[in-house]
């Protein structure tokens, strides 16, 4: 799944990668940038973490005339007159006229490298309504953002989650290049798809998709020896075939015929019928009923 | 009113106070007969279907109208959402009219993707139908050899439904007809084109809830639906619903910290909105994402501002996927609350473990029993994760599972 999401095929979406200071994020983003790039797509950036540099790092050059990186990380506040991007003009309008400065065509793909820098000085009501917006305008073809999940409340985590068609949750792998992505996609007629997948990232930053991770959990179940009781005794409890068949031959001391098991189940009211049946060893004689009688 | 209506197929084995009988009482009808509604037997509220015949069953029969029922929405708003589409379109099937707010997707989105419904109704399921006086029993008879006695005994009836025609069945697979959805009146309410006038009011009422509040008056004021109005000569029911409240979208922080600015807001919004519903003819369907809220105690005054409550659990993405126990479901349904109307003592469900289940053309809503404990190598521990696991699942343990395990 991981490998259809970075072909980028769902538009209108917002791809949220989350991650935690166990394992950074930021190398998948690259990786998204990248592919978004080759597709000679047109992507703008909203640096808020890292500088232009080291967000460029990597990436190939000649892609470079269809990046746009708008530089929040020198100032974001605006403290100093003469901001690039400052934090509060993330709103629609102002990305939408942004976007639509560089590529008034073609709709491009949005990146915010992060959005808890976004969520530390804008309320969150005010972001969501943002992504929101963005994501229904056509001036964005999608939305890559990455978040930090150790930075926010479970609310807030939650809060932007919702918002997303997709969400990448990275963590560290058990091998030192690898790491595992829990990826939850929401489709458009509400049905959703989970996967887990372990990933490695290489110097080009192409993103290789190693196998399913193996849940120890899931081992405990299936490989639980199957201990069978009947062994190691000293009698036998086990069963050949020929006594078996014999077993089940054997008449139960209570079958009834069949009329008898009727005329019990589907009693009628006030009935009192005396079934009788002869028995194997039963002398049954109509004549005499008292045949036995030595008189 | 002399429709005599069907009560549920209960069999004569069991016996529970609460049960629900066919008698009818002669009252001189000063009840409105309105299409798609009818009268509840027990203390004669005037119900309607909520939808999903199931949930009708739990919640008593039926919404009774004029109030509020209030659904917790699962983790990825899947099953919320399709409770909320049946809601919606059941009203389109009865002719009622409908009011839709929402602030993610435009109720015009929500309201193409209502499920399409089966209106030949052929397929009315009936699961605890017992195999009665049949003239050959031969096969029934040598089903079991040994316990044949308990041949003609009820199975553990385990859906739950009432064999009236009130509800209808929704096939999910296909979307509503375009003919029968655009029959049906209806009024929306999309929280962006209705931008805030002020902002930087400190009021304990949030400026979307307010509008929104407004918006829905005005509607039932106008189209006559206020039972404080003169009656007009033909009255219809209004279905209100209003998708996930108090969630980011609307305005409202209460999902997003500890302690929000706005603690009152959706509270006195609900308040508002049930003293609108009383006096009206209309009844109101509100999802809240209530896996978001943190505060516990402000959940608690959620649900006892609205009547009746459920909250759904779906075990998507949680451990709980791949316990054996659950693998026929998909999610648990835990009811929170039921209204007492005009009565004393309301109508509380028999079982309290329920879980559900979509399927294609029904949503079932299943009492959770745990099957026959038949193999002997089931060791110790994970009797008693099973155990736990049903005991998480109901607020009181079930007598079955508990005698499992006694050991001699």
Known sequence: MLSELLQGTDVGGFLLIQDSCSYSGRHLLKSFIDAALNREEVVHVLGLDVSEEELKEGLKSFVFQRLHFHDAYADPLGWTDNSPFTVHQFSSSRLTELLKQTAPSKPATLVIDSLSWVLRHISPTAVCHTLQQLKKGGAVRTIIGLLHEDMHSRGIVGSVCRLATSVITVEPGTKGEEALAKITKRSKSGKVTQDEQIFSIRKDLTVTVLSKPTNPGHKRSTTEEQVDPTANLTFNLRLTDAEREAKEKLALPFVFSKEKKTALLHSGPGSGKILYEPDASDDYDQEDPDDDLDV | MAAPVKSMDKPPAEFSPLNFTSFQKKSRTKSLSIPGTRPSVQNGQLLVSSGVTSLDYLLGGG?????????????????????????????????????????????????????????????????????????????????????????????????????????????????????????????????????????????????????????????IQREGFDLTAPLPKSRNILRVGLHSLGSALWGDDLCCYNNPKNVHALTSFLYGLRALLRTSLSVAVVTVPSHLIQDRALMGSITRLCDNAIALESFKGSERETNPLYKDYHGLLHVRQVPRLNCLASHLPDHKDLAFKLKRKQFTIERLHLPPDLSETVSRVSKGELAGAATAAAACSSATSSAKHLDF
């Open chain 2, 63 to 219: 919404l009774a109208v004029g109030t509020v029922l209030l659904i917790e929405e699962d983790r990825y708003d899947s099953f919320s959402r399709m409770i909320f589409k049946y809601f919606l379109a059941e009203g389109v099937v009865c002719r009622h009219e409908l009011f839709v707010a929402a602030a993610q997707d435009d109720p015009d989105d929500i309201l193409q993707e209502l499920p399409a419904p089966i209106l030949d109704d052929v397929a009315i399921h009936r699961p605890g139908e017992q195999p009665r006086m049949s003239c050959e029993p031969q096969d029934t008879l040598d089903a079991m050899k040994i316990a044949w006695r308990y041949q003609n005994l009820p199975k553990v009836q385990s859906a739950l439904a009432s064999s009236s025609r009130f509800g209808h069945y929704y096939d999910v697979s296909k979307t509503m007809e375009p003919e029968i959805r655009q029959a049906a009146k209806w009024h929306r309410f999309y929280h962006p084109e209705h931008p805030p006038l002020s902002s930087g009011t400190h009021s304990p009422k949030l400026e979307s809830y307010s509008a929104l509040l407004k918006s829905l008056r005005d509607v």
